[in-house]
Each structure stands twice: as C-alpha cells, then as structure tokens.
C-alpha cells in the first residue's frame, strides 16, 4: 500500500508522518473491516518517481503537490 503525507499541500508534514518516521515497524491499518500489521517505508529517488508516477495520477495529489514548496512524503506499507 502507498500513503501520501500531503497534509492537503499544507507547508508542513501531517504529524502522524513522524509517528510512522519514529517507529516504522510499529503500524497496523484497517482496512475493509480487516487489521493489518505493516512496516512503514519512505522509498527515496527512483524508487520514490515509480511510486509518485502511480500516486501523482490522482488529481487530488497532483493539486496537493502544486500547492507546497516541500515534496509530499509517500509511504511504503509492507506486510510484516
């Protein structure tokens, strides 16, 4: 799963991204009524462009993105 810490283009980071920053293997999600154990993983350079090629489709995000000078953090969440 990929996560966006756009704070809606906001010009600082949503708090709950330095929680997941601060302990990254201590995340659980729900998700359909189904909890989920994960591993938070900010992926950086390419890895980071493929992720934002998927995410940054999303006029919402696209906005979000034009609307701040940093560049929105996308999380990683992996199955632990």
């Excluded at 966006?4 to 302990?23: D, E, Q």
């Excluded at 009524?33 to 591993?39: E, K, P, R």
């Excluded at 006029?59 to 701040?68: E, M, N, S, V, W």
């Amino acid at each position: 799963w990929l996560i966006v810490a756009s704070a809606a283009g906001a010009k600082k980071n949503p708090a709950w991204y330095y929680n997941l920053a601060a302990h990254p293997d201590q995340v659980r999600i729900e998700l359909d009524g189904q909890t989920h154990d994960v591993v938070a993983e900010q992926p950086h350079g390419v890895e980071r462009d493929e992720a934002w090629q998927t995410i940054g489709s999303s006029k919402r995000f696209a906005q979000y993105q034009a609307k701040t000078d940093r560049e929105l953090p996308i999380i990683r969440l992996a199955p632990r």
